[in-house]
């Protein structure tokens, strides 16, 4: 189960106390006490892990190391751990409950600071002066900051695979790359999204979407917002509909109802699964697509030259990326 909304409290460490303390040593008499030390940072880091936000679904607070308190002889206290979240590249950080965008993980190793540790409070000897040679004021340590975040993955893809349940999108993704999505022939076989890398190319395989998603029907808009951030769409349409181009608008209508940018996005048709069905029928399909969109293809996975034609697509779009 991929996990690609959540909300977490964090907490930066708090400052350590500064120390009260005077030097006992004969001839050296003073003030020594020392600050406390600052407390952690909490930072955000992005990798390539998409199941990275699993590690919120129990654990919902996350705390940094406080400060250690001043001591004395003019020790200071050691500073606080930072605490370093990682989180999928994608990941959207929001502010809760306001639900405005903090940052934006795009980059694997990226770090963002959230929350800033309390600084260390000073010791006696910070507050030492000619009229004041034996102070015995300290400071306390400054809380760190705390805050409740939202987390949302946006996968972040050069190419989105969309197109109805059973489309053929899981089975294209695993022949174009190295990705293991799960194939079968039942609807919603795919029930979160896959990556592949076709050299230096991200392609998403988005699971299958459905009349209505926009509204929350089927998987619903939990998906839609991950081919937000696609650039190129891969619209496939099953051979084995009775109506290719009743396929096409469902799809388009709730990309449309979810985002007239989603919408707009490049994208190359394909009649997926042209194995199944006789040359004469898979021509009155193509027939119909070509209304909607000229240079649609009809491809297998079954078929290199089908598959060399997708392969020559990507390398297009591989060579306009450089």
Same mark, same amino acid.
């Given at each position: ?10 907490? /930066? ?45 129990? &654990? ?14 003019? @020790? ?30 795009? &980059? ?69 790359? $190295? /990705? ?44 839609? @917002? ?12 099953? /051979? ?16 449309? $109802? ?28 193509? /027939? ?6 000229? &240079? ?27």
């Amino acid at each position: 189960m991929l996990i690609d909304d959540v909300t977490i409290k964090i907490k /930066a460490g708090d400052g350590g106390r500064g120390a009260v303390a005077f030097n006992k040593n004969l001839m050296s008499l003073g003030p020594v006490g020392g600050a406390g030390g600052d407390g952690g940072n909490i930072y955000t880091e992005g990798a390539s892990d998409l199941s990275l936000l699993n590690q919120f679904r129990y &654990k919902k607070e996350f705390k940094a190391e406080n400060g250690q308190d001043g001591r004395d002889q003019f @020790r200071d206290g050691q500073e606080g751990q930072d605490l370093i979240i990682k989180v999928p590249i994608g990941t959207v950080i929001h502010n809760f409950p306001e639900d405005e965008i903090i940052a934006e993980i795009t &980059k694997t190793g990226e770090r963002i600071l959230l929350a800033k540790g309390g600084h260390g409070g000073k010791g006696n000897f910070k507050f030492r002066s000619p009229k004041n040679t034996s102070p015995k004021r300290f400071q306390f340590g400054l809380p760190g900051e705390s805050f409740t975040v939202r987390l949302e993955l946006k996968l972040i893809a050069d190419i989105g695979l969309i197109g109805l349940p059973n489309a053929g999108k899981s089975s294209l993704i695993n022949e174009l790359t $190295k /990705a293991k999505s799960k194939v079968a022939n039942y609807p919603f076989t795919t029930l979160e999204p896959n990556l592949g890398t076709y050299y230096e190319l991200i392609l998403a395989d988005i699971p299958g979407l459905i009349e209505g998603a926009s509204l929350g029907k089927g998987l619903g808009i939990k998906f839609l @917002r991950h081919i937000e951030r696609t650039k190129i769409l891969f619209h496939l349409i099953s /051979a084995e509909s009775e109506n290719p181009a009743s396929d096409y608008k469902i799809i388009k209508n709730e990309l449309k $109802k979810y985002s007239n940018d989603l919408a707009k996005k490049p994208e190359y048709l394909f009649l997926s699964k042209s194995d199944l069905l006789p040359e004469k029928e898979i021509k009155k399909k193509l /027939a119909i697509l070509k209304k909607i969109n000229k &240079k649609v293809l009809p491809i297998s996975i079954h078929n290199w030259d089908s598959l060399e034609k997708v392969k020559k697509i990507l390398n297009k779009i591989k060579s306009g990326k450089n």
